[in-house]
């Protein structure tokens, strides 16, 4: 199978468009399927850190004087 984008050999189809076939990054840039979620090291974003009431500050003297 060949895209109908790119004419690039395809083993799989990701979409079609009547005879048209699309390979999956051509499908996802005609916005034919979602693209994925990111996934990896800043993917969710954590929350910021929460302060530890029990913890105490390094640096209390210095912004007290």
């Known amino acids: 199978m060949i895209c109908a984008n790119c004419k690039r050999p395809i083993k799989q189809i990701a979409a079609q468009v009547g005879r048209m076939r699309f390979g999956r990054i051509c499908a996802q840039r005609r916005g034919l ?3 994925p979620e990111p996934r ?3 993917a969710g974003m954590n ?3 929460k ?3 029990f ?3 390094l640096f209390a003297e210095e912004v007290a004087a």
């Open 51 to 53: 302060r530890d009431p």
């Open 40 to 42: 990896g090291l800043f």
């Open 33 to 35: 399927v979602p693209s």
């Open 55 to 57: 913890t105490q500050d």
């Open 47 to 49: 929350p910021p850190a």
